[in-house]
């Protein structure tokens, strides 16, 4: 079965400038998740998703960053325009059904964005 | 709301050794405890967890201690081997049985050989 998968595993671009990244959750989770990771640091939810709403979005920036998940499947977060303090790893997670708690988050391989 | 506080940030121990990793947590009503490990280029993996109804759960080399009265939770490998270096991760849900973890800064643990 193949895990959450995200694109692109890396992006490099010039501040000011608009950067997008993708998500693809495991086939039959309900719940989707953003995640910012700073190095040296633990994930940071930024946004989660019950299907296509989005429950829990209070730690995303709202000013510069979007997320969307159409169809309660893929999601797409964006940045426009991108700063120099966005560079990190960003991290997309699914699970089966976030209500319950204690399902286990599955992680993807995350996308490393460097704002120069 | 919640606050997790992970020690030490790094840990060296040599190969066959134990290695020991303490969290702590600041909100009583967290009753589910993750215990994740992220390898270079990887996102982070589950290897354990542990919900608040029982204090010790373990599988293989790894073992998780729950003390909910002082509310700290602590990872233990044993006989560790190389293939264990790596980032570990504790984190905690607010509220509850939450499907919002906050995590732990991380330790890297190192495995000499």
């Known amino acids: 079965e193949a895990g959450v998968v995200q694109s692109p595993r890396y992006k490099i671009i010039e501040k000011k400038q608009p950067v997008a990244f993708w998500c693809n959750p495991i086939?039959?989770?309900?719940?989707l998740y953003w995640y910012l990771q700073n190095l040296g640091q633990g994930p940071e939810l930024l946004i989660r998703?019950?299907?296509?709403?989005?429950?829990?979005d209070s730690q995303l920036p709202k000013d510069r960053f979007s997320a969307e998940r159409l169809k309660g499947v893929d999601s797409t977060l964006k940045i426009q325009p991108a700063e120099l303090g966005d560079s990190a790893v960003y991290l997309c997670?699914?699970?089966?059904?976030?209500?319950?708690?204690?399902?286990?988050?599955?992680f993807g391989p995350g996308t490393r964005l460097t704002v120069l | 709301g919640e606050n997790v506080e992970q020690h030490p940030s790094t840990l060296s121990v040599q190969e066959g050794d134990s290695a020991v990793i303490k969290c702590t947590y600041s909100?009583?009503?967290?009753?589910?405890f993750p215990w994740y490990k992220q390898e270079l280029g990887k996102g982070p993996q589950l290897i354990i967890d542990?919900?608040?109804?029982?204090g010790e759960k373990k599988d293989q080399r790894i073992a998780v201690t729950l003390n909910k009265t002082a509310k700290h939770f602590s990872l233990h490998i044993t006989e560790t081997q190389p293939e264990d270096s790596a980032v570990y991760f504790c984190?905690?849900?607010?509220?509850?049985?939450?499907?919002?973890?906050?995590f732990g800064a991380g330790t890297i643990l190192r495995v000499k050989s």
């Open positions: 984190a905690a849900p607010p509220n509850g049985y939450g499907n919002k973890l906050v």
């Open positions: 909100d009583s009503a967290s009753n589910y």
């Open positions: 086939s039959g989770h309900n719940t």
């Open positions: 998703y019950e299907n296509e709403e989005a429950v829990d």
């Open positions: 542990i919900r608040s109804n029982v």
């Open positions: 997670a699914s699970s089966l059904d976030g209500r319950n708690g204690d399902n286990e988050q599955f």
